[in-house]
């Protein structure tokens, strides 16, 4: 059920942006598609630098505008701290809306407690604080870059995982070996052996463990994750899973030992690993990144980087480009040049973002990039 607010002013507009972003944006602009009137959604980007090619941000943030089918309106609000952006970048968004089709229906400022209308400089008007609407989601503390922190960990778990990381690498060398014999060998721990087998059903093991709350985890169990995670051709698995669901996991599990044999990747499948494609359920994909970010928290750091990554990959596909590129560049401290973290470093600066978050499915969530006129005029929002 979509629940409809009327916003009778600029005031009452303003504040519905955060709610709609689920956080108070800072030093960012904020576009608010329309469709016939009604908000499709909220995208926010991270003000642009002085120096930076005004003309070019104007043209991709109207290009993102487009992408929302049948937009045909956008309202723009600027967040910020420091010095408001020169009315310039809004005059230069104003003309590449124009040329689009696009009706600007308001370009509002808010600085600090103060916030006011580009189409009229002259006057200024306070910030008022706003209660909780009935259907609109609750506004989180922070700004964009707040969640992002992963859940705290004790230092006597993570050493238990640590262990166990240790002691599965040992049952899986030992399972490699052409002619695995224990004879002569150290004792390997028989947990690590059970939690070797659970790589002979890549998809199922990850599927089953969305259905599990992450502080319920045995060590072994995330140990198997962390290491799996690590290694490209099974955390590809992993994601297509939590992607599409289990069939979809078993191809491309499949898809995997075809190409390691000569066959060439499937293009449908790295594609989807691009964001194109059907929009997947968000709540899975949510509980995925829950789980991951307990499994990177737990991780010890050499361990860490493919958790963290997927952790990027994750959050990009929930549409916070923001906090993917703070999992990315923690991976990269770790571990330099880590090929998904680079991806999805390269998704955030390009402001690149998947093709569902466009998707009228999606339209009453908001979703961000890191990179990248009347005061009463009445929006329903």
Known sequence: MTTVVKAQSSADFLSLVPRMLGFVPRES????????G????????DLPRDDAPIDEIAATMLGLVCRIPEADG???????????PSPTLIERIEQRADACGVRVVVTLWVHGDRWGSYAQPGAVRAVAS???LPGVPALAAGDQASGADLPPASAELRTTVAQAIEALREAIDLLRAKTPSIAGAERIDPRALAAACFLQDVPSFFDRLLSAEPDTLDPFEIATAAWALGRPSLRDIALICWLDGLDAGDVAAEAQLAWEGG???PAEIAMRMWGEGPQPAPDRLARALALVRTIASLAPDESRPGPMAVCGWLSWALGSSTHAGIYATKAIEIEPEHGLSEIVLSFVQA??????????GNATEGVETGRTDTDDDPAAA
């Open 29 to 36: 602009i904020v576009l608010v598609p329309f469709r016939r």
């Open 38 to 45: 009604r908000s499709r959604g909220a995208l926010r980007l």
């Open 74 to 84: 956008c309202a723009i609000v600027i967040y910020a701290e420091s010095d408001l």
């Open 130 to 132: 706003t209660d909780d």
């Open 263 to 265: 066959d060439d990747y």
């Open 351 to 360: 402001g690149h973002l998947p093709d569902w978050a466009f998707q009228v």
